[in-house]
């Protein structure tokens, strides 16, 4: 098929960790992408349950779960050490990435659900259209069902709001607001290797927000989109990791912006007593 073959290949790379829950899932959703030209490289990050044997099950043909699907795009890599000076994150993707053969690729996270038969196909034309260097885009989440998600999530779009975190800020080459959605974000290959591929943010915790910074000072053309149920993440039901989420997305913005921190404090605390005040 002379269309197919004009189509960039597409790598997508899913570093994983004790993702049993999600992962099998997340790789299904993938393999049921209608993009012709792909492959999926995922790499286990020496989980502890049993994510590496859910992964290597979904390549056995025996699998009814997997009858029809191209199972033999699936690479499966398993790590079992990390160096000191690297993050697990960051080690896992990379080796995605030295494992891969991809024109452009396409960082994926093993607790989402890619819905959309054709978002890959529809992220690559539109990177393609808008001459775009990184495309990365916001899932959508799931339905609330615990107690603490309806109660914190909320909150969490308020902060959302007054921080600027998901804004459109991302889009202006004038602005330094700069980060990635590691469950989703589009790279052409030479552009990651122009940036020095993980191991310039190789120590990051925050490695898809390190990684946006040096893009955008780079000066590259990066978009940021939203993938309105074309993708979701799953909310948290633990509080404990809902605030340590919250902490590793909000903290680099405070320590950034203090005079903007305490106008936004000012803000709320205005908002939530003047309706007491006679």
């Excluded at 795009?73 to 053969?101: F, M, Q, V």
């Excluded at 591929?197 to 120590?203: I, K, L, N």
Aim: glycine fraction near 6%; proline fraction near 4%.
């Amino acid at each position: 098929n002379v269309l197919e073959e004009n189509l960039a290949f597409v790598s997508i790379i899913v570093p994983t960790r004790n993702e049993e829950d999600y992962v099998e899932r997340c790789l299904l959703s993938l393999l049921r992408q209608d993009y012709p030209n792909f492959e999926i490289v995922a790499v286990d990050d020496n989980s502890s349950d049993t994510t590496l044997d859910i992964m290597e099950d979904i390549k056995n043909k025996n699998n009814r779960k997997t009858i029809g699907l191209p199972v033999d795009k699936l690479k499966i890599l398993s790590l079992k050490y990390k160096p000191d000076k690297w993050t697990g994150k960051t080690w896992a993707s990379e080796n995605g990435y030295l494992h891969s053969r991809g024109t452009i690729l396409l960082f994926a996270d093993a607790d989402t659900n890619y819905v959309s038969r054709d978002l890959i196909r529809k992220a690559v034309s539109y990177m393609q259209k808008e001459n775009l260097d990184v495309l990365t885009g916001i899932p959508s989440s799931e339905k609330l069902n615990g107690f603490w998600s309806k109660i914190l999530m909320p909150a969490w779009d308020f902060i959302n709001i007054l921080f600027k975190v998901g804004s459109a800020d991302v889009n202006d080459p004038k602005s330094k607001v700069a980060y990635l959605m590691g469950s989703f974000f589009l790279i052409k290959r030479q552009t990651f290797v122009n940036l020095g591929t993980f191991e310039s943010v190789h120590d990051a915790i925050q490695e898809d927000k390190a990684l946006g910074v040096v893009i955008k000072k780079g000066g590259y053309k990066m978009k940021l989109v939203a993938l309105k149920e074309m993708a979701y993440t799953p909310c948290s039901e633990e509080v404990k990791a809902f605030w340590h989420g919250m902490g590793r997305t909000v903290a680099p913005l405070i320590l950034k912006n203090k005079f903007k921190v305490i106008l936004n404090l000012l803000v709320i605390f205005f908002a939530c007593t003047l309706p007491f005040i006679n």
